[in-house]
């Protein structure tokens, strides 16, 4: 086995690492948002064997997170009330913003054993 074989994350290994990571969450060993960033990480890296980029932080309104994730600001709006998204809003004075960074980890650790499914609570 040569070395770039050794130091090559597979898919499968990310799964069972997102397995094992729900167990965490759902044990409150591991938050939500750092299990999603974990999965991200691993998940780029094994795609496209590279870290993800480094991204600017900010705060983004509802209708740019509406976008981020592919939906109409009302689906948007309903799915939040649903704690559809493991990503919470934060308010700035009477203004609703998202973290950008928790959204793009939420999209990136979305697959079939991803925690970032909703808490029942």
Known sequence: M???AATTIRPQSVKLI???LRIMTDEDLVTVPEANTIIAELKHL???GENLPPIMAKLIDQE???T???VGLSNFKKLERENAFSF???MVGTSVRYRNID???FIMASDD???SEPANG
């Open 64 to 66: 740019q997170a509406a």
């Open 2 to 4: 040569n070395s770039a």
């Open 103 to 105: 959204i793009i980890n």
């Open 88 to 90: 919470k809003r934060k």
């Open 113 to 115: 054993s991803k925690p």
């Open 18 to 20: 997102s397995r094992f």
């Open 46 to 48: 094994a795609e496209r």
């Open 68 to 70: 981020m994730l592919g």
